[in-house]
């Protein structure tokens, strides 16, 4: 079983609309979660770190977590063109402090 | 706003030939890592360094890897003896607190011909 699954996409979605993006991991010992935009050719940016379960809101950025069942997700609300880019999802294990990445999901959004 | 910086942006070199790529990191992060991304792959953790010494390191970080930070600003990595399959996304990345986001680099493009 992969440390970090996501669905690979690409995911199309209107401009304005809500993109809805999904992560599992299998190791119930993983402490940190993270969101991390990735446009082509360049370096991961991070748009969310969330730690407990619940959701937590950053502006157009809603992440998710429910650690009984292993899922985080992403929400963007008000979706924009600019916002085409892969997504990310990123865990790390307590007292690891390595990051494992899953393989992302590619986000295109349609003007 | 504080940022970590790499170089080179890009680097050609021919296989056995050995590359070291730079990072300076945050100037108050204390934890550094390298991470690599061949195209079209997820982006793989290789090691993170900590207090002047390696503190894990994965399967992909054999002997052929080595880091050092030789000063007060600079963490490099270097590969001894680059294979074709070297070619890949070099970034690094530094934290502040363990356990905490990790900020990355702009990374280094390497090509092993």
């Known amino acids: 079983q992969k440390e970090v699954e996501q669905n690979s996409g690409p995911l199309s979605v209107p401009e304005g609309a809500i993109a809805s993006l999904n992560c599992t991991y299998s190791?119930?010992?993983?402490?940190?979660f993270f969101w991390y935009r990735q446009y082509s050719g360049k370096s991961p940016e991070l748009i969310m770190s969330?730690?407990?379960?619940g959701d937590k809101e950053d502006g157009r950025f809603t992440a998710q977590l429910n650690k009984a069942s292993q899922y985080v997700s992403l929400l963007i609300r008000d979706s924009q063109p600019s916002d085409s880019a892969t997504y990310l999802c990123?865990?790390?294990?307590?007292?690891?402090?390595?990051?494992?990445f899953g393989p992302g999901t590619s986000l295109s959004v349609i003007p | 706003e504080p940022e970590v910086t790499q170089t080179p942006s890009h680097q050609v070199t021919q296989m056995g030939q050995e590359v070291i790529l730079r990072c300076v990191p945050i100037?108050?992060?204390?934890?550094f890592y390298w991470y690599r991304q061949i195209l079209g792959q997820k982006v793989e953790f290789l090691v993170s360094?900590?207090?002047?010494?390696?503190?894990?390191k994965s399967e992909i970080f054999d002997d052929q890897f080595s880091v050092e930070r030789p000063d007060g600003s600079n963490f490099t990595l270097k590969i001894r003896s680059t294979k074709l399959e070297d070619s890949a996304m070099y970034f690094c990345?530094?934290?502040?607190?363990?356990?905490?986001?990790?900020?990355f680099g702009p990374g280094t493009r390497l090509l092993v011909l």
């Open positions: 990345a530094s934290t502040e607190r363990r356990g905490e986001t990790q900020y």
């Open positions: 190791d119930r010992v993983s402490q940190s």
């Open positions: 969330i730690y407990s379960n």
């Open positions: 990123a865990v790390m294990k307590t007292s690891y402090d390595k990051v494992i």
């Open positions: 100037s108050n992060h204390l934890y």
């Open positions: 360094f900590y207090n002047n010494e390696i503190s894990e």
